[in-house]
T-cell receptor, first 114, second 113 residues
Framework: DVKVTQSSRYLVKRTGEKVFLECVQD?????MFWYRQDPGLGLRLIYF???????EKGDIPEGYSVSREKKERFSLILESASTNQTSMYLC?????????????FGPGTRLTVL | QQQVKQSPQSLIVQKGGISIINCAYE??????FPWYQQFPGKGPALLIA?????SEKKEGRFTISFNKSAKQFSLHIMDSQPGDSATYFC????????????FGTGTRLKVLA
């Protein structure tokens, strides 16, 4: 059974803190994605990676960075958390070339920045 | 041009009724249109998808209707059940050379028992 896991389901941080969100997939997928989900705005792509150490900006990369040192792990970093980064963060992965790159999602991390 | 517009934002349907969610796009280069279903506390999961070379795809009670000339596609849920209550996202993708989906804003469906 395919699985994408995220390090925390709920996270509360203070403004200005450095925040790490981690995502691990066990499907040997090449592609990994970070989205944020906000009511009325849907899923917006923050960053994605199509290979180890490769990354590309999505639609809303400002205030975020990512790291992919191993194929199975993709980390989202908030260098200095702000209240407008309070959101649900979803990680996804997909296999290159398979079934039109169906994306498999983790359960999400609900981040609150106070 | 990269947007996918989804409506309605929320939908309430009686058990046994038909739920219809609509999406529209601008970029004619999109060639794959999936629908994702998300239950509370879970990540989205692929429900059904269509390519623009067909006008309709049916899987059980779920049907995608696709209108290439109007650049619109819709999800129909026949005989809606309370267990279908979830948030639904349409998406669009260009399958050659990219791995990105452009998602719609989501529709929260509630099916009343």
């Amino acid at each position: 059974d395919v699985k994408v896991t995220q390090s925390s389901r709920y996270l509360v941080k203070r403004t200005g803190e450095k925040v790490f969100l981690e995502c691990v997939q066990d499907m040997d997928h090449e592609n990994m994605f970070w989205y944020r989900q906000d009511p009325g705005l849907g899923l917006r792509l923050i960053y994605f990676s199509y290979d180890v150490k490769m990354k590309e900006k999505g639609d809303i990369p400002e205030g975020y960075s990512v790291s992919r040192e191993k194929k199975e792990r993709f980390s989202l970093i908030l260098e200095s958390a702000s209240t407008n980064q309070t959101s649900m963060y979803l990680c996804a992965s997909s296999m290159e070339g398979a079934n039109y790159n169906e994306q498999f999602f983790g359960p999400g991390t609900r981040l609150t920045v106070l | 041009q990269q947007q996918v517009k989804q409506s309605p934002q929320s939908l309430i349907v009686q058990k046994g009724g038909i739920s219809i969610i609509n999406c529209a796009y601008e970029n004619t280069a999109f060639d794959y249109f999936p629908w994702y279903q998300q239950f509370p506390g879970k990540g989205p999961a692929l429900l059904i998808a269509i390519r623009p070379d067909v006008s309709e795809k049916k899987e059980g009670r779920f049907t995608i209707s696709f209108n290439k000339s109007a650049k619109q596609f819709s999800l129909h849920i026949m005989d809606s059940q309370p267990g279908d209550s979830a948030t639904y996202f349409c998406a669009a993708s260009i399958t050659s050379g990219t791995y990105k989906y452009i998602f719609g804003t989501g529709t929260r469906l509630k099916v009343l028992a």
